[in-house]
């Protein structure tokens, strides 16, 4: 699996825009961008996945740089809630290559 | 619908001791998972069945380590005897199957604390 590469920590106010960088240069041109997320005591939850085109669904935006070295996740709203582990991992779609391999992740914390 | 359930939430013991996990995943999940997460640190795989089979276990500490999943459905998995360093969140997930269309859908955990 392609190594993944996030800063440690990151803050951000309520009601405005959470970027979280993602760095992955070896990633392979099958494998995809999976974002994940761990609310404090709780299991990891999906958020987004994409492969070389940007997606939005209801919880969040995934932009892919056009040589998909990097991504970025964009939470455009941030709330209290948002504040949690989040984990930007390489993941291929069949075999082993599957497997979803977490790293340490960025905490994303979101004050008033 | 009812998520992926795990029981006990939370377990103290001492080292040398026994200890098991429970998980039910979502109904119709014929992929099952159990992943360790030490403090501080991602979840790390450490089996996954289909139905019944384990299918990948090449992480699991098999001289203490062990698990089932004896009817497709529910898994246990256990530890005996536990040590110290066996302290962490023991998580369970679930999904439709293994490829990577799949999403994978977490339990809560049990965080176990061995002294």
């Known amino acids: 699996d392609a190594k993944t590469t996030q800063p440690t920590s990151m803050d951000c106010a309520e009601g405005r825009a959470a970027n979280l960088p993602c760095n992955h240069s070896t990633i392979s041109g099958n494998e995809y961008v999976y974002w994940y997320r761990q609310i404090h005591s709780q299991g990891p939850q999906y958020i987004i996945h994409?492969?070389?085109n940007n997606e939005t669904n209801e919880m969040a935006s995934l932009i892919i740089t056009e040589d998909r070295k990097s991504s970025t996740l964009i939470l455009p709203h941030a709330t209290l809630r948002d504040t949690a582990v989040y984990y930007c991992?390489?993941?291929?779609?069949?075999?082993?290559?599957?497997?979803?391999?977490f790293g340490t992740g960025t905490r994303l914390q979101v004050t008033l | 619908e009812a998520g992926v359930v795990q029981s006990p939430r939370y377990k103290i013991i001492e080292k040398k001791q026994p200890v098991a996990f429970w998980c039910n995943p979502i109904?119709?999940?014929?992929?099952l998972y159990w992943y360790r997460q030490n403090l501080g640190q991602g979840p790390e795989l450490l089996i996954r069945y289909e139905n019944e089979e384990a299918v990948d276990d090449s992480q699991l500490p098999k001289d203490r380590f062990s698990a089932e999943r004896l009817k497709g459905v529910d898994s246990t998995l256990k530890i005996q005897p536990a040590e110290l360093g066996d302290s962490a969140v023991y998580l369970c997930?679930?999904?439709?199957?293994?490829?990577?269309?799949?999403?994978?859908?977490f339990g809560p955990g049990t965080r176990l604390t061995v002294l």
């Open positions: 109904s119709g999940h014929n992929t």
């Open positions: 991992i390489v993941r291929g779609y069949t075999g082993t290559a599957s497997k979803l391999t």
């Open positions: 994409g492969l070389k």
């Open positions: 997930a679930s999904s439709l199957g293994a490829g990577g269309y799949n999403e994978q859908f």
